[in-house]
């Protein structure tokens, strides 16, 4: 083949249970394979020559229904883009976008997918692939939780305390219904620039809607989702869409927001929980969206000192708030950290004002950032994440502001794909700073499945330390597929009917019902009342003592320890026997790299004992060779 590379891809998760090791299906033992369809490389590996263009298929046979992880091995011809996808039972679970390279190259794909009990076809190779290797399938391993029972925000309210513990405590077991509201009917009176709150209008308002229009339940978004489900939803999306930038202090804009607190009030005394999002204008910019690619402020067209340079496109360049390569410092002086705080800071004055009348709320900043379409999301994952702390250390530490459940949404990445397994956690901004990791589907739940590889993918490449939410999507997922896949989203926001989102018609009359009606759907009537309610204050305390960082670099697995001891650490295969033994003895803290070369690929456990404590985590090994 002319060239060789060893490349390591890693899924790492919490250890929950036994793990049989996976089943692998050589493509050359394939029925109806001849010998004139097989290549054989220059290390003797042995690939099939698909003979229909859609790719490869395996026939594989399961005991039981759940999800699978998929490995495949396929060889791709040099010079060639190629789209290479896994095919389960006729639906897409996941694919790889290779760019071109010097030689004819092997590249491993993975993905995860729900088979059912008996036989499925497996696809693989997929759009004229030159070889399949083989195929191995394992059983998905369940993840266990191990979330604290606190907030991030250090003395969180009363209230953020109550809606976190609600949250906490049903994870896992039932899913939330969310709704979003775009489009606002609320009465302003523009003279006086002031809202009109309901059964406040007089002969000389001349309002336009009715106090029963204007209450959260009669907001067109809202009373369509009970039109259709026979209940409202217990979570109300809001947006701080007008709250700052161009003309966020004139009439309507101003009124769209102080409705929005007006019915953040309305929905905490019937028991719902509010969540806020933010697309965020800076400054006297009055588009969030970047310039075409290369995206934002590195595109020829956003000139020095060029807010916006079309009607629907932002040059804002948020990197000059900060100083370095990787913004590892802020720029207090420059105007682009001025503006940013100044923003901050309007918002924080609206959530204060929630605070102080002992109402919490889902906070959802920065979203969708690796997708590269906000100006949040056009510079690297450091100055993203050093963006998300500045923004949360100035409502936290600076506003005082003790209300906020704080979420990270991950996204896929335009660099990788744009399915589950492009979903990008190098721009998670650490533990410390998010509650929940939500992500934003829409087309891939058009049959209502769980999303379960999007969730699986999330737990593997962010851990089980935070609960995880379906931030916005069109068709709901169907409880009875979150339940069976073991996908417990925290809960699910259907984006908006107005301003022409129509994605209430994404979910069928009688799919809402079913699901509103299941009690593993807590929907607004389901809800305790936040009178009622108590937080958790009990402490929780792990098992375990000693955490470990792993990553992997090339072949080198690099693992942190935190603190001096007596260690040992070894890698086990899937049935229990002991691979390799990593370290032993008094090891210092900081981080040890060991060598994996004669390692072969599959699914390993690294375990980790420091005196009576011990700690596990499953890798995935995968040594591809081009």
């Known amino acids: ?85 896994i095919v389960v039972n006729g639906a ?73 513990s609600f949250l906490r405590e049903n994870f896992g077991k039932k899913t939330i219904s969310g709704m979003m509201i775009s489009d606002q009917n609320f009465n302003y009176d523009y003279g006086n620039m002031r809202l009109i709150p309901p059964g406040g209008c007089t002969p000389a308002d001349s309002c336009k809607y009715t106090d029963a229009e204007v209450k959260w339940t009669g907001q067109t978004d809202i009373a369509e989702f009970y039109k259709r489900s026979g209940h409202y939803p217990a979570i109300g999306g809001f947006d701080m869409l007008f709250a700052a930038g161009g003309h966020h202090e004139e009439g309507w804009f101003r009124g769209y927001t102080e409705n929005n607190l007006l019915m953040t009030e309305d929905l905490w005394k019937m028991g719902g929980i509010p969540t806020y999002t933010w697309h965020w204008k800076v400054g006297e910019d009055t588009v969030f969206y970047t310039q075409g690619s290369p995206a934002g402020f590195n595109n020829p067209g956003c000139t020095e000192g060029v807010m916006g340079t079309s009607g629907t496109n ?74 998300y702390r500045l923004v949360f250390d100035r409502m936290v530490k600076t506003n005082k502001l003790t209300n906020l459940i704080w979420v990270w949404n991950i996204n896929t990445d335009p660099k990788f794909g744009y399915d589950y397994s492009a979903l990008n956690a190098a721009w998670y901004p650490g533990n410390a700073y998010v509650d929940i990791v939500a992500v934003d589907i829409y087309d891939p739940l058009n049959d ?59 979910t069928t009359t009688e799919m809402w019902k079913k699901n509103l009606d299941d009690e ?26 000693i955490k470990l960082t792993i990553s992997l670099q090339g072949n080198n697995l690099n693992i942190t320890i935190p603190q001096a001891g007596h260690t040992s650490i070894a890698l086990f295969d899937m049935l229990g026997h002991k691979v390799a033994s ?44 081009k």
Not at 473 to 483: Q, W
Not at 520 to 545: C, H, N, Q
């Open 1 to 85: 083949m002319g060239c060789k590379t060893l490349t390591v891809f890693a899924v790492l998760a919490a250890v929950a249970l036994a793990f049989a090791a996976p089943t692998k299906y050589e493509a050359e033992k394939q029925a109806g394979v001849s010998a004139a369809d097989i290549t054989t490389d220059d290390e003797g590996a042995k690939y099939v020559t698909p003979a229909d263009a859609a790719g490869m298929t395996f026939t594989v046979k399961v005991e039981e229904t759940a999800v699978y992880d998929i490995t495949t091995k396929v060889l791709i011809k040099q010079y060639a883009w190629f789209n290479s996808k």
């Open 92 to 164: 897409e679970a996941g694919s790889l976008l290779t760019k071109p390279v010097t030689c004819d190259s092997a590249f491993v794909i993975t993905a995860s997918a729900k088979m059912r009990a008996g036989e499925n076809s497996i696809t693989v190779g997929n759009g004229g692939a030159l070889g399949v290797d083989y195929i191995t399938v394992e059983r998905h391993p369940d993840p266990v939780f191990n979330i604290g029972t606190a907030p991030v925000t250090p003395n969180a309210s009363e209230s953020a305390r109550k809606v976190y």
């Open 314 to 387: 932002t040059c804002f360049n948020y990197t000059k708030a900060f100083k370095g390569d990787k913004c590892q410092e802020i720029d207090e002086t420059s105007q682009e950290y001025k503006d940013i705080v100044a923003d901050v800071d309007i918002v924080s004055g609206y959530f204060k004002q929630l605070e102080e009348k002992g109402i919490a709320v889902v906070w959802r900043p920065l979203h969708e950032a690796s997708g590269g379409w906000f100006w949040w999301g056009t510079a690297s994952p450091e100055c993203y994440v050093q963006l």
């Open 448 to 506: 209502h499945n769980s999303a379960a590889n999007y969730y699986n993918k999330i737990v593997s490449d962010v851990g089980t330390n935070k609960m995880i939410a379906l931030s916005e999507n069109g068709a709901i997922p169907d409880i009875d597929s979150i339940a069976e896949d073991k996908a417990y989203w925290s809960y699910w926001m259907t984006w908006s009917q107005t301003w022409s989102g129509n994605f209430l018609e994404k």
């Open 520 to 545: 593993r759907i807590i929907a607004l009537d389901d809800m305790p009342g936040w009178d009622k309610y108590t937080a958790e204050v009990k402490t929780f305390r792990s098992t375990t003592t």
């Open 582 to 625: 990593l370290a032993k003895g008094n090891l210092p803290a900081g981080t040890q790299q060991f060598n994996l070369d004669g390692i072969a690929s599959g699914n390993y456990i690294v375990r980790a004992k420091n005196g009576t404590a011990g700690y596990a985590q499953r890798i995935r090994i995968t040594s591809i060779e």
